[in-house]
């Protein structure tokens, strides 16, 4: 070895170490050589490949899909690498949830070859498409581009080969505060072959205080019934719910934050009421229909008797997030991403159960992950 390649390698020897005390705590989440522990969400399975040590998008399919880490995180700091050849367009997913629409329950980090002059919601770097970087660092003939998620909630922060493209305050962006603040991190694809590599997560401390209602047959004891004879199926991670009548929890609740995830049968009917001691209450409570007739006075989402949602983008028998903000006398309701409906003249503060509801045997409604949180 000559004294010129010594003094080299002696000069990368600190760099080297310093690099990997930076990254220690990491976990690697791509082994270079197959798809373990990544699951291909809304597409066909050959969505994704491997080829040459990086994830691949297979652009022979023509449609969207995403590929799903096979956990959900709060907090984390994400690393890795992206390949852009030419015109392609992609995203990364933070906060996707199990169901529904990743982009919209969850958020977006667009991932786009144009260098724009001024930087927009659509650029590359954008929280795609509300939040426009503060400035633009990507690669696009045939390079390797380095990037870094940290999230810290409310602080999201995201970094391009080495350069703050995005420091935002999540909370202080209306589109954006009520979010979901724990999910899968993914990749979207729009069949162009962007590629990814050396991906590794770090896991920082969670805030969100979320309280268990169902997520399994042993939550079940948190419930009873209330009024009516429903028809109740606890089935695993399920709660399948029938005939007509209505379900509670046995703890009250004034101000709070419900989540959870639904599904139903065509045209079913039925609701989530809250603010009303029980059935044989003098004051009348709160519902939130559960009704997906478009043309319904008041459709899903609605705070019945009271104002009209704009009716969301929801399917029969498909799962959909349902989120319920209720605070004094403000509520706001998220159907799959969307906010459909928002009002702020409840006259009735009760601390009382949540009930759900059904109006209609055999139109059934099932619940999964129901979750809840005092504000």
């Not at 997520?215 to 399948?240: C, F, M, N």
């Not at 006398?329 to 003249?345: A, F, H, K, M, P």
């Amino acid at each position: 070895m000559n004294r010129r390649s010594f003094l080299a390698g002696a000069i990368a020897v600190p760099t080297l170490l310093h690099a990997e005390s930076a990254e220690s705590g990491f976990t690697s989440l791509f082994d270079g050589a197959s798809l373990n522990g990544w699951t291909v969400q809304d597409g066909p399975s050959a969505a994704f490949y491997v080829k040459d040590g990086a994830i691949v998008v297979q652009e022979a399919f023509g449609f969207p899909a995403w590929l799903r880490s096979a956990r959900q995180y709060e907090n984390f700091d994400f690393r890795g690498e992206f390949y852009l050849k030419g015109w392609m367009d992609s995203g990364i997913y933070l906060h996707a949830p199990e169901y529904g629409r990743p982009m919209w329950n969850g958020m977006q980090i667009h991932l786009f070859h144009q260098n724009d002059e001024a930087p927009m919601p659509q650029s590359m770097g954008a929280v795609f498409p509300i939040v426009a970087p503060k400035k633009i660092n990507v690669r696009n003939q045939g390079e390797w581009n380095s990037f870094r998620i940290l999230m810290d909630w409310p602080s999201l922060q995201v970094w391009t080969n080495d350069e703050l493209i995005q420091d935002v305050n999540v909370e202080s962006v209306p589109e954006l505060s009520h979010r979901f603040r724990k999910g899968y991190l993914g990749f979207e694809s729009l069949s162009y072959p962007i590629r990814f590599r050396n991906l590794r997560v770090k896991e920082l401390p969670g805030k969100e205080n979320l309280q268990i209602l169902y997520s399994g047959p042993a939550d079940y004891e948190k419930w009873y019934i209330s009024e009516g004879k429903p028809v109740i199926t606890v089935a695993g991670d399920v709660l399948h719910t029938d005939g007509s009548g209505q379900l509670a929890t046995k703890e009250k609740f004034k101000n709070f934050e419900l989540q959870m995830f639904v599904r139903h049968a065509k045209h079913h009917n039925g609701g989530v009421l809250f603010r009303a001691s029980d059935a044989a209450a003098k004051v009348r409570p709160y519902e939130i229909q559960l009704h997906d007739v478009e043309g319904a006075h008041f459709p899903t989402g609605s705070l019945y008797f009271h104002k009209r949602a704009a009716y969301p983008k929801i399917e029969a028998e498909v799962w959909f997030p349902f989120l319920l903000i209720v605070k004094d006398r403000s509520c706001l309701v998220r159907i799959n991403g969307d906010t459909v409906l928002e009002y702020d003249q409840l006259d009735n503060l009760n601390e009382a159960p949540i009930q759900l509801q059904q109006h209609a045997p055999g139109k059934w409604t099932e619940y999964k992950q129901i979750l809840v949180k005092r504000i």
